[in-house]
């Protein structure tokens, strides 16, 4: 198991409740919930597969917030 630094991982936990609230598919609503739940147990750690399902959902969640940005000139 890779170890994620503790910084990226509390960032990464920081922003989930908005991956909760945008999580449209049933896979997807049920995997952020779950990864909720396990957070809160001290010690936890994701494993491989689940960080990279979590970092490619935040890189999806952050791509649709920078679409949203209206510029006004």
Known sequence: MTKVPH?????MMDVW???LRQAT???????????????GCPGWMP?????????????QLLSEDEEEITLIE
């Open 47 to 59: 494993t491989n597969r689940q960080l990279q399902t979590m970092r490619i959902m935040l890189r």
């Open 17 to 19: 409740p908005k991956v």
């Open 7 to 11: 910084s990226e991982l509390r960032a």
């Open 25 to 39: 598919d049933p896979w997807a609503k049920e995997f952020a919930a779950s990864i909720w739940r396990q957070s």
